[in-house]
Every structure is written in structure tokens, then in C-alpha cells.
Nanobody
Framework: QLQLVESGGGLVQPGGSLRLSCAAS????????LAWFRQAPGKEREGVSC????????NYAYSVKGRFTISRDNAKKTVYLQMDSLKPEDTAIYYC???????????????????WGQGTQVTVSS
């Protein structure tokens, strides 16, 4: 059974950093493109970042470009999101997602994803 489990969320002050992890099980990670989404209270779920199945292509939402870095380790079956220079507007539940597709495909549309984790809360506040 395919499963995604996020970890690493928490409370951090503005300007601080967090590293989210998403551990996958039940499937061969190298065939899947992976993404992070987030949803703040009262807002739509938005795509944050995506990495292609071959790891060579990445995509970022404009709001996080230059501050967040996505990476993957297929051997550990894990995708990461390094978040630096955090802002209060980054506060949200962060979800990882996966789908099987072309090698360099990096969509940030939630409807392109078939599998989702349960989410981890990130709160940026002083």
C-alpha cells in the first residue's frame, strides 16, 4: 500500500528555518515526481515546489523561490523541503504528494497528483 508520511513541522520565528521530510513506502520512488503543497486556514491548497522523477527538474511557486529548496533521496525513499527565511505568511499545513509520470515533469497543480500525505503543521510566529 502506497503511503506518504510527513515530518519536521513546528513553530519557528520569522527568519528561521525548518526542514520537512516525507517518507514514502509501498512503491518505487524513482518513477514518481514529488511535490509539496500547503494550505492555510481559509485558503485554497497551493503548490509550493515539485521535483521530477529523475531529479533533474524542479519548480517553485513565486512566493517561495529563493527561500525554499526541494530535494529527493530515492535510496532513502524520502523527499525534503528546506525552508529558509521563513515568513508568517508561510504558516500552513504542508502536504507531500506523488504521482507517476514523465521524467522531467514538474507540475504544481494538485490535480496532477494521486497520492497524498496527512500533512504537517508549520507555524511562523514571534
Amino acid at each position: 500500500q502506497l503511503q506518504l508520511v510527513e515530518s519536521g513541522g513546528g513553530l519557528v520565528q520569522p527568519g528561521g528555518s525548518l526542514r520537512l521530510s516525507c517518507a514514502a513506502s509501498g512503491f518505487t520512488l524513482k518513477y514518481y515526481y514529488l511535490a509539496w503543497f500547503r494550505q492555510a486556514p481559509g485558503k485554497e491548497r497551493e503548490g509550493v515546489s515539485c521535483i521530477s522523477s529523475n531529479g533533474r527538474s524542479v519548480n517553485y511557486a513565486y512566493s517561495v523561490k529563493g527561500r525554499f529548496t526541494i530535494s529527493r533521496d530515492n535510496a532513502k525513499k524520502t523527499v525534503y523541503l528546506q525552508m529558509d527565511s521563513l515568513k508568517p505568511e508561510d504558516t500552513a499545513i504542508y502536504y507531500c504528494a506523488a504521482a507517476r509520470g514523465p521524467s522531467d515533469y514538474v507540475p504544481l497543480n494538485q490535480y496532477e497528483y494521486d497520492y497524498w500525505g496527512q500533512g504537517t503543521q508549520v507555524t511562523v510566529s514571534s
